[in-house]
């Protein structure tokens, strides 16, 4: 059934959404400051492309001061619209019965655009 389930994300937009954090993340890695955002994209973007199965849990001895700070900073410069977004494509998604397992994998991606440091997939 997770096969099942990956393959129409994948279809129906998570190979969309995958992209668009792939690409983002590699304008982020241009500048030194940026790295550190840029690589939870990439995280974020590996998540979106096969998410039915796998999870996005802290890491061991996390969440730490760096990791905290570096969620702060996430939040502070307008990340949380990914969160936002997320959001909308659930409600969109619970609208019809079918859809209901693609909104419960946005609410989830919601949840980690928020927090992405100090996260690994699972």
Known sequence: MKILGN???LILGGL???LIYYL?????CITFIGIPFGLQLFKLGTYALWPFGRELVNGPDEPGCVS???NLIWI???WWEIAVIHL???LICFISII???WGVQHFKMAIAS???FGKEIR
């Open 7 to 9: 393959i129409l994300w």
């Open 76 to 78: 502070l410069l307008g």
């Open 114 to 116: 928020v927090f992405p």
């Open 99 to 101: 859809g209901i397992p």
């Open 16 to 18: 969309v959404i995958a």
């Open 68 to 70: 905290v700070v570096m």
């Open 24 to 28: 983002v993340g590699l304008l982020m």
């Open 88 to 90: 909308f494509c659930a």
